[in-house]
């Protein structure tokens, strides 16, 4: 027996098996590429959360400084604005000596980053001595002040609520 093997059919086989391993290869490199990418969006991504995290708690670091190295009462935190519309900013007073922690009237820009605090009045329930949710004027704490600390990098915003208190009275 002779065999005898057509030249013309293998052709179409061997085309067909080269499409399907480019094919396949193709897809392998695209699904890596994602992977790539989505490790590095994920990465960039922990890296702004870790500098939102530092600038938070330096900025509450400094506020408990300068409450700390002020009197509550007549240039410390009861002194300062309270609400929304009266952001502060804390950095170094150069003009003293030592240095010291002050507050800034504003918002302050830190690369792509804006930070700014807030201080609120603060009530608390006669009963449980507890911080009321909703401010009720007629059981104002004057020696505790809501601090909300935020962060904003473009349309993002990131916010930290801790509660100072007078605690040299």
């Known amino acids: 027996f002779m065999f005898q093997t057509s030249i013309g059919s293998n052709r179409g ?9 480019i094919t396949l290869i193709s897809v392998a490199f ?23 995290d530092a600038l938070i708690k330096e900025e509450l670091e400094a506020i408990r400084s300068f409450r700390e190295g002020t009197i509550w009462a007549t240039n410390g935190l009861a002194t300062k604005n309270t609400g929304s519309a009266n952001p502060y900013y804390v950095s170094v007073d150069t003009t003293v000596n030592p ?29 449980t001595n507890n911080i009321e949710s909703v401010y009720n004027a007629s059981h104002n704490d004057p ?19 801790s509660y100072l208190t007078n605690w040299n009275q």
């Open 143 to 161: 020696n505790t002040r809501k601090v909300t600390v935020t962060v904003a990098l473009g349309a993002k915003t990131y916010q930290v609520v």
């Open 13 to 21: 086989f061997i085309f067909l098996e080269i499409l399907i391993a």
């Open 99 to 127: 240095e010291a922690w002050k507050l800034n009237a504003g918002t302050e820009t830190i690369g792509a980053f804006t930070r700014k605090v807030v201080f609120d009045t603060v009530s608390r329930d006669p009963v």
């Open 30 to 52: 695209i699904m890596l590429l994602g992977i790539g990418f989505s490790t590095l969006t994920l990465a960039t991504s922990l890296q702004r959360t870790a500098e939102v």
